[in-house]
């Protein structure tokens, strides 16, 4: 019997015990690729793991389109071709969220982004197995109706917050028309992060002295009628950091600036539509943070279910330079104009 070396019997047992894995988990044809012996007899060797990576979007908008790229970037800078994307957009309306969710879970993906609160509760529904990270969700304990949440989902859900400190929002009002009366908190109330918001910065409003007045619209039907209201009867107005306004900032805008009510905005990409300042985060920053907990969960450094919540990590005071001016606003010391392409 011809001797075997010790070098080669270790190759073998590796491509062996290699193979014995991937079929353990189903492995699928692109995870198996036949290898070519070389002229010296080399064994053939299993190709690197392809994954599959779902994509649920509420809505085409700058802050949500950041976050995604974010998200891709980070996964492709690790994984280069391994990784693939199926990315679906529900163009705004929440229903579509539902099918969007069904779809990604009949692919199997090994991983899903729920990007927007409505998104992740679709998918949170939808799968209870599949890792679902989500982004641009203000309040995860809200969305998936968990109380007394601790940071901690604890099930397949986990991923990455776009909560600004609601009390410096609320001071930004003081800081910025301390001369005010009324102050409108303008949100759409089908989204159950914004109703969270609004209710603490009324609070927070409150406790400086404003009268404050909620007004709530169900959709894009009824959302230029209650702006005028708002409009009407506002000094200022408030408006969080909502999905349905930051798709529809122009028809805000258009009732708001030549009424002469200047609006506080939850985030960047609604203060570059309709508002005067805001708090601002880097999505696409965040996008990242997400992607990276995606690692970890793909290469089995982590388990979803035992992965903390994570926060942007800083804030930046900025304003809407055109607006301002406008409005003829003098702009407090310490803000930053929001950069327009």
């Known amino acids: 019997m011809r001797k075997i070396s010790r070098r080669s019997f270790l190759t073998c047992a590796a491509a062996v015990s290699a193979a014995g894995l991937l079929a353990a988990c189903g492995g699928s044809s692109s995870s198996v690729a036949a290898g070519a012996s070389s002229a010296a007899g080399g064994a053939s060797a299993p190709a690197a793991k ?4 779902g994509i649920s979007q509420l809505a085409p908008h700058v802050a949500l389109d950041a976050a995604t790229q974010g998200f891709k970037d980070a996964l492709t800078n690790e994984f280069g071709d391994r990784v693939k994307f199926n990315e679906q957009n529900a163009a705004g309306e929440i229903p579509t969220c539902t099918t969007i969710a069904n779809s990604l879970v009949s692919a199997e993906c090994d991983l899903i982004l729920a990007n927007a609160t409505p998104a992740l509760q679709a998918l949170a529904t939808a799968t209870d197995e599949i890792p679902v990270l989500g ?12 109380p007394d949440f601790d940071g901690l989902v604890g099930t397949n859900v986990s991923g990455t917050s776009d909560l600004a400190p609601l009390t410096e929002q609320a001071a930004m009002v ?32 409150e406790a400086l002295g404003y009268t404050c007045t ?9 959302l230029a009628s209650v702006t005028e209201k708002a409009a009407n009867n506002s000094d200022v107005i408030y408006v969080p950091t909502d999905n349905t306004v930051a798709n529809n900032t122009g028809i805000i805008d258009n009732i708001c600036r030549p009424a002469g009510v200047p609006i506080i905005a939850g985030e960047e ?16 920053d965040l996008g990242v943070t997400t992607g990276e907990m995606a690692i970890k ?5 982590a388990k979803v279910e035992e992965m903390p919540i994570e926060y942007a ?29």
């Open 214 to 222: 909620l007004y709530a619209f169900t959709d894009t039907n009824d």
């Open 269 to 284: 990409g609604i203060c570059s539509g309709c508002g005067v300042a805001t708090l601002s985060i880097s999505y696409y």
């Open 50 to 53: 392809v994954f599959n990576i």
């Open 174 to 205: 003081k800081e910025w028309f301390p001369k005010a009366k009324t102050v409108g908190l303008l949100y759409c109330s089908a989204e159950a992060n914004s109703q969270y918001q609004v209710d603490v910065v009324k609070a927070e409003l």
């Open 313 to 341: 990590p800083q804030f930046t005071k900025k304003y809407n330079e055109t607006i301002c001016k406008d409005l003829k606003l003098t702009v407090p010391a310490g803000y930053e104009a929001i950069q327009t392409k």
């Open 135 to 146: 982004t641009s969700v203000t309040e995860y304990g809200v969305a998936l109706n968990i």
């Open 297 to 301: 969960i793909l290469k089995g450094e």
